[in-house]
T-cell receptor
Framework: DTEVTQTPKHLVMGMTNKKSLKCEQH?????MYWYKQKAKKPPELMFV???????INESVPSRFSPECPNSSLLNLHLHALQPEDSALYLC????????????????FGAGSRLTVL | GENVEQHPSTLSVQEGDSAVIKCTYS??????FPWYKQELGKRPQLIID?????GEKKDQRIAVTLNKTAKHFSLHITETQPEDSAVYFC???????????FGSGTRLSIRP
């Protein structure tokens, strides 16, 4: 299996809802990432998990809460979002985990397109 | 922190001609430079990458060059085809499980 699978593909939620985005990979990758991508913009890093521990948080608002239950799964819990949070949320994984060596080859999922009303 | 600038933002070339996209980075500690292609409505996919200990890398019609002194790297696509039409992102990283910072993207259109 060489894919990163994201669910749901599309999500519409109100500002008071609580929802979750899910990401799964079975490539044995030990680093997993959440990126946010707005239309016609590059992916913007939100979180990095290394060996199931949060290693990078790019000052993301607390209404986004990541979780890594095991080495294959990554969740993004959403609560009290704003309309400006509407975007494509991309999950990615990479094989290497040592900080200073190795190429950071990301495999992206297809994304979850989120619309906040 | 790292900043990656990418030019041009849009590029239109005749089918069969070459396309060149250029990026500069700010952090001299960056050591890995991937290029991603994103077709409309699809996920970004790695097309080629280069590490800082290499000056040039080629894969069929695609090549990447790196000038560490000047802190810039470029993507070259030769004999362009309609399926090359997409948005291309350059990126820079300081190693695995670290930040990958993307350039702003280049929308490449291939004219028939």
């Amino acid at each position: 299996d060489t894919e990163v699978t994201q669910t749901p593909k599309h999500l519409v939620m109100g500002m008071t809802n609580k929802k979750s985005l899910k990401c799964e990979q079975h490539m044995g990758h030990r680093a997993m990432y959440w990126y946010k991508q707005k239309a016609k913009k590059p992916p913007e890093l939100m979180f990095v998990y290394s060996y199931e521990k949060l290693s990078i948080n790019e000052s993301v608002p607390s209404r986004f809460s990541p979780e890594c239950p095991n080495s294959s799964l990554l969740n993004l819990h959403l609560h009290a979002l704003q309309p400006e949070d509407s975007a494509l949320y991309l999950c990615a994984s990479s094989q290497h985990t040592t900080e200073s060596s190795g190429a950071n080859v990301l495999t992206f999922g297809a994304g979850s397109r989120l619309t906040v009303l | 922190g790292e900043n990656v600038e990418q030019h041009p933002s849009t590029l239109s070339v005749q089918e069969g001609d070459s396309a060149v996209i250029k990026c500069t980075y700010s952090d001299s500690a960056s050591n890995y430079f991937p290029w991603y292609k994103q077709e409309l409505g699809k996920r970004p996919q790695l097309i080629i990458d280069i590490r800082s200990n290499v000056g040039e890398k080629k894969d069929q019609r695609i090549a990447v060059t790196l000038n560490k002194t000047a802190k810039h790297f470029s993507l070259h696509i030769t004999e362009t085809q309609p399926e090359d039409s997409a948005v291309y992102f350059c990126a820079a990283s300081k190693g695995s499980a670290s930040k990958i910072i993307f350039g702003s993207g280049t929308r490449l259109s291939i004219r028939p």
